[in-house]
């Protein structure tokens, strides 16, 4: 089982829509999540962290599943800005010192007007 | 306040070539990273380091070098850049957590591709 799994899509939804994604991880020790945001040829950035069973951000809210080992991103009203792909991220310790951060390979989102 | 810079953003290397990628942070962060993007893989970490002076192996370190002279740039080298190098690399910069809730910030990319 790899360490972090994603459905690589793409999701095309139109605008207005309610999508999930849903992002496995294999470590059960892990404590704290994050989910990055890449848009094409981009870099990636922090969109939504998630340190119990869940956060909310506007139009975003984040799920934590730790039974089954999962985490979840809801995006609501959907916009054609929020075409992206979207990364699971979850942190491991890694010598001691700093966290090891391990990518999954992304969700591509595809909001049609 | 810049963030996260590197240098150059697109380079084309001919096989055994070498280059230094430039990376640098204004934000007075501890700890820095250099991954790689490549298409289906998901970023891969190929070094990092946890304060200046220091550097310390990732998960995909053959093949680079890496130094930390002064605590905002971090540098990463390719000796004897083969075709398996070609790739998206990014540096990342984070504050001093280590608990697991340090937020990385990242550069805009380093496009490189090697013939």
């Known amino acids: 089982r790899k360490e972090v799994e994603q459905d690589p899509g793409p999701f095309n939804v139109p605008e207005g829509a309610t999508v999930a994604f849903n992002c496995t991880y294999s470590?059960?020790?892990?404590?704290?999540f994050f989910w990055y945001r890449q848009d094409c040829r981009k870099e990636p950035k922090l969109l939504m962290s998630?340190?119990?069973s869940g956060n909310e951000d506007g139009r975003f809210t984040a799920q934590l599943n730790r039974a089954s080992q999962y985490i979840s991103l809801l995006i609501r009203d959907s916009k054609l800005s929020d075409s992206a792909t979207y990364l699971c991220?979850?942190?491991?310790?890694?010598?001691?010192?700093?966290?090891?951060?391990?990518f999954g390979t992304g969700t591509l989102l595809a909001v049609q007007p | 306040n810049a963030g996260v810079t590197q240098t150059p953003k697109f380079r084309v290397l001919k096989t055994g070539q070498s280059m230094t990628l430039l990376c640098a942070q204004d934000?007075?962060?501890?700890?820095m990273y250099w991954y790689r993007q490549d298409p289906g893989m998901g970023l891969r970490l190929i070094h990092y380091s946890v304060g200046e002076g220091t550097t310390a192996k990732g998960e995909v370190p053959d093949g680079y070098n890496v130094s930390r002279l002064k605590k905002q740039n971090f540098l990463l080298g390719l000796e004897s850049a083969a075709p398996s190098q070609t790739s998206v690399y990014f540096c990342?910069?984070?504050?001093?957590?280590?608990?697991?809730?340090?937020?990385?910030?990242f550069g805009p990319g380093t496009r490189l591709t090697v013939l």
């Open positions: 991220v979850v942190p491991q310790a890694y010598g001691g010192a700093t966290n090891k951060l391990i």
């Open positions: 934000m007075n962060h501890e700890y």
């Open positions: 470590n059960s020790a892990s404590q704290s």
């Open positions: 990342a910069s984070s504050y001093r957590t280590g608990d697991g809730t340090d937020t990385q910030y």
């Open positions: 998630v340190y119990s």
